[in-house]
């Protein structure tokens, strides 16, 4: 079963716009990932914020992490054609090392 | 620098045959997990390797699916009896350490069951 629900499940902008994603979960976390992923098949890890983390940056990501609203939102700025992809929120729980995904972003930039 | 590697990276079979998809961690990689994903879907986590033994096989889903890991590196997930179901893409991940580290994913094997 899937930890939590992203929103929205497809975007559509312009190259250039900025793209936010958003995702939320149901139990405690030690940490939160999120992984883009290219035509159905491997996926490649972004970046990871801990549980006593709130913000984060790698280049043009932006992720933030609310642990109280168990939501996190990922931001791609100036966004590329390339950067169509779908996008993967993951939570490593208390418990188990293993990750629980969500259904995913489906983002389409057009040139 | 090799990364994750899974093979065959493609596998149509009949239903009731028996299969067997194999991943090749990251040498170095303590920690092998093995996931499902379903068209539209996000992965699932089926079972989760630290060194040779499984730490967790919480997510497989019946007794159809069994892996294993001998010598601490290459996995084999094996599923018996295929049904239609199992069709999905089967992606293997390994990490350097137990928690809190970067997950690195392979190419996924896609297993079609007709």
């Known amino acids: 079963s899937q930890q939590g629900e992203e929103d929205p499940q497809a975007l559509s902008i312009q190259e250039g716009e900025n793209a936010t994603m958003n995702c939320s979960y149901k139990?405690?976390?030690?940490?939160l990932q999120w992984y883009r992923q290219n035509s159905g098949r491997g996926l490649v890890h972004l970046i990871l914020?801990?549980?006593?983390?709130r913000e984060k940056h790698s280049g043009r990501l932006r992720v933030t992490l609310d642990t109280s609203k168990k939501s996190s939102s990922l931001l791609i700025t100036a966004s590329r054609a390339a950067d169509t992809a779908s996008y993967f929120c993951a939570t490593e729980g208390n418990a188990g090392n293993m990750l629980t995904f969500g259904g995913g972003t489906r983002l389409m930039v057009k040139p | 620098g090799a990364g994750v590697s899974q093979t065959p990276s493609n596998k149509v079979t009949e239903k009731g045959k028996y299969v067997e998809l194999r991943c090749d961690p990251i040498s170095g990689h303590t920690a092998l997990y093995w996931y499902r994903q379903s068209l539209g879907q996000g992965p699932e986590f089926l079972i989760y390797?630290?060194?040779?033994?499984?730490?967790?096989d919480s997510g497989l889903p019946n007794d159809r699916f069994f892996a294993v890991r001998p010598e601490g590196s290459v996995s084999t997930l094996k599923i018996q009896r295929t049904e239609r179901g199992d069709s999905a893409v089967y992606l293997c991940a390994s990490s350097l350490a137990v928690g809190g580290a970067e997950q690195f994913f392979g190419p996924g094997t896609r297993l079609t069951v007709l």
């Open positions: 914020i801990r549980s006593n983390e």
């Open positions: 139990t405690s976390i030690n940490n």
């Open positions: 390797f630290q060194g040779t033994g499984a730490a967790d």
